[in-house]
Every structure is written in C-alpha cells, then in structure tokens.
C-alpha cells in the first residue's frame, strides 16, 4: 500500500510539473465537442446521439493519456529505477491505472461541463448521480485497459498507433456499456433509470480485466 | 524427424471435410424457412467455432510460454493464432454472404454474435503489426504472449458481453434444441472436418517453420554466411 502511495504521488508529481498530458487531453476533448457539432450540424444533442458523443470523446480524448503514460519510463529510465526496487511489479500496474484514471477525471471535470454547455440539451443536473456512477465505471475500465496496452505499445516501434489500435476492440464492450447506460441520463424530458443488467455488465467487465492484467503485467517488465 | 504423421493427418482432413460437404448437399434436410441458402451454415458456424476456439489455444499455449520461456511455445501460440486469423477472414466472408441471401444485408449491426467476431477479429489483426514492432526476439515473444492471453480471455467475454444485449436474430446454433437429427450429425461431422482442417494447418506451418529455421542453421555451418536473415514473417525464429 505505502508502494503504491509513493508510486501513485510520483505519478501525479510528475504530471503536475509537466503537465504532459491532462492539458492536451482537455483541448482534445472540448474541440471534438466542436467538431461534433460541425460534423453533424447539430447545435444540441440528447439521448442516444448525446452518450455516444460523450463516450466517443472522452475514449478520444484518453487515447492521448495512453500514448503518453509510460514513455517518461521508457525515455528516462523510469522502468530500470522500478526494476531495482526491491517491490512488487505489479504495484505499478495499479499506480499506473490510478494516474489514468485521476487524469480522465480532471478531463471530466472541464469537458462535461463544457458538454453540457455546447452540446446538450437536457441539464446535467436530472440525472447527476447515476452520471458519476456510469463515468467513474467507463473511466476505471479505460484506465485499466490503456495501463496494460500502453505497457505494450510503448515499447515497440510504432507506440503511438499500436496503442490505439491495441485498446479500442479491448474497450468496446466498455464503450457498448457505458453508452447504453448513458443514454436514458442524457434523454431529454426527464432521465430514466439505470439499467441493472448494463450496470452489472459494466462492473464485473472492469473486474475481470483488472484481475486479468494483473495477472499477466510482471512479463512486460523484465528485461 | 519432421512432418510425421502429417500426410494421415492431411488425407483424414479432406476425406472427413469432403465426406462434410457431400452430406451436407445430399443427406441433410432443406431447411423449412430458409430452404438451400441454410446449407452455408455447415461452412459458416463451424469455421467460427474453430477459428475462436484457435484464438483461445493460442492463449492458452502462450501460458506456456510464459512459464516455460521456451521459444518453441510461442511458435504454437503464434501458429495458431494466425492460422485462426487466416479462417476469421473466411468467417466475415461466409457470413457476409448468408447475412446477404436470409437477411438482405450484407451486414447487420443489432446482431451480436457477428459483431463480437468482428471486434475479436479487429483485436487479432493488431497482432501481427505488434509482433513487427519489436526487435529484439526475447522481447518479442513475451509481449505476444501477453496478447494472446488477454486476447483469449478476451474473445468470450466480449462474446458474453455483446450477446447481453438479446437480439436473437442470428440463429443460434445451440440451447434453441430444435435442430433435428440429420442436421446435427451434418453440423458435427463439419464441425470435426474443419477442426481436422486446423490441425492440418497448424502442423504444416509448425513443421514448415522448424524445417526452415534447421536449413538456416546449416547453411550458416556450411557456407559461414553470417548475413542477417531477412524477415517477411512475425514468426519467431528458432
């Protein structure tokens, strides 16, 4: 746990001082709202078109912090620091998903937000609760998914193609899950509830990939 | 001694593939609603079933390759995964055609069991590139085996995943109970000539890999030809 602490500061540090990558990813996601509404010539959305939008660009948006998550350890010697210390691998693993998962939620913080204010039509505030429920659900499951496939990608040639093209099919049933249950949120003229089924789908996918890559992280490591 | 039992092995595949086919036009019924386009079934869900069943042994023998370190493991997961990726092509193809001739369509997105496919098999196109990606062998061989476990584990939640959705338009070829006699000994004796039919494959590119990487070897003792060997293939070399 202290591991994971130290590990999960140092992250945070690093990114509070460079700002690499949550800067980028919140311009990334704010201009796809924009070139949503040109591409579709829609000054406001709801329901189903509204949950796919939202889901698409914050997918988008993360792709950006996958590509950059692990290339400080790649470049800098992160990883040998790591390896030397006398700890548990997979501890990085789980620092690494954290990390991801705080900057998805600073990119949430200004691009729902700004969804809300350029795109959609019902408020956020009918269904708010459930909406934290479902993002905190669709953001555990991408960092989970672009922590493991990041540690993949930054090591081969083309890091920033592979890694994209390594994470989307991984995430889809996440993307299905999260956009089913955001749909009913988004509608306009009141929210309906959260369907149970996609909820549990949502929750166990999340689980079973995050005791999957933590079982299966350790080889990507040595050298 | 390579290649033994290979040509028993290749003439029960096609007998068995053949004897398939033959009872499949002849033997098995006409479907009531469906009538001739039905028979593609016999080609279609057994090619499936293979190819997804080959994408988790490919899982299943990088396991062994992570425990044991030994190349030779990653050959088989390798092997099999691509030759499941290779009968993926023909199960889009195959199903395209009869998703065309029942539904009208050359494809339909409420439909589960051909979506999931199509996101396993984007998922598996990814393997190749990132086996090229990676220089150094060693290096290489681990990281594909880290795919292919999180790809096999991947292929039946993604199936489970996906079909939670219950649209029941694709027949379902098994738990519907329906299928009569003939058309299930039909469908079992496809199902076995196509599995015979992999096991074929794998063991030709197996032993056609190993040969060749035995030929490599000599050559090098016999002409001292240190030149790097050029590589076309993301197989790992042994």
């Known amino acids: 746990m202290r591991v994971l602490a130290a590990l999960l500061r140092k992250e945070l540090r690093l990114e509070l001082r460079t700002l690499e990558s949550v800067p980028g990813m919140i311009l990334f996601g704010v201009t796809i709202f924009v070139v949503f509404h040109f591409g579709l010539d829609r000054a406001s959305v709801e329901g189903d078109l509204a949950a796919g939008i939202l889901v698409v660009t914050i997918l988008f948006a993360g792709m950006l912090g996958l590509n950059r998550l692990y290339v400080a350890d790649e470049e800098q010697g992160g990883f040998d620091g790591f390896l030397l210390a006398p700890v548990d691998r997979t501890w990085l693993f789980v620092a690494k998903a954290g990390a991801l998962f705080a900057y998805l939620v600073a990119l949430e913080l200004v691009a729902v937000p700004a969804f809300a204010l350029l795109l959609l039509e019902p408020g956020l505030g009918q269904a708010l609760p459930e909406l934290l429920l479902v993002l905190a659900l669709l953001n555990a499951g991408f960092a989970i998914i672009a922590a493991l496939v990041g540690a993949i990608a930054v090591r081969t040639r083309a890091r920033d193609l592979l890694g994209p093209l390594i994470a989307l099919p991984l995430l889809i049933p996440v993307v299905i899950g999260a956009a089913r249950l955001l749909e009913p949120l988004l509608r306009e003229g009141g929210a309906g509830g959260l369907d149970a089924t996609w909820l549990a789908i949502l929750g166990l996918y999340d689980l079973v990939f995050g005791l999957l890559s933590i079982a299966v992280f350790d080889p990507l490591l040595e050298d | ?238």
């Open chain 2, 1 to 238: 001694m390579h290649g033994k039992g290979l040509r028993g092995l290749s003439v029960a595949t096609i007998v068995v593939l053949v004897g398939a086919f033959a009872i499949a036009a002849f033997y098995a019924p006409l479907d009531a609603d469906q009538g001739f386009r039905q028979k593609i079934f016999y080609l279609h869900v057994p090619l499936a079933i293979v190819s997804l069943v080959g994408f988790i042994v490919g899982g299943l023998l990088a396991v062994q390759h992570l425990r044991s370190r030994a190349s030779i493991w990653d050959l088989r997961s390798y092997v099999a995964i691509h030759i499941s990726l290779i009968l993926g092509v023909a199960v889009l193809v195959t199903g395209a055609i009869w998703a065309k001739t029942s539904w009208g369509v050359w494809w339909l997105w409420d439909e589960p069991t051909l979506v999931s496919f199509l996101i396993v098999f984007l998922l598996y196109a990814t393997y190749t590139p990132m086996r090229f990606a990676i220089e150094d062998p060693e290096r290489q061989a681990r990281y594909a085996s880290v795919f292919a476990i999180a790809g096999g584990a991947f292929v039946p939640i993604c199936f489970g995943a996906v079909r939670a959705q219950e649209q029941e338009v694709h027949p379902q070829t098994f738990g519907s109970g329906e299928l009569p006699g003939p058309m299930w000994l039909t469908f079992l004796v496809s199902l076995a000539g196509m599995a015979l039919l992999f096991a074929t494959l794998y063991r030709f590119e197996i032993e056609t890999k190993l040969t060749r990487g035995r030929l490599r070897a000599l050559r090098r003792r016999l002409l001292d030809d240190d030149a790097p060997v050029q590589r076309r293939s993301a197989a790992p070399t042994i």
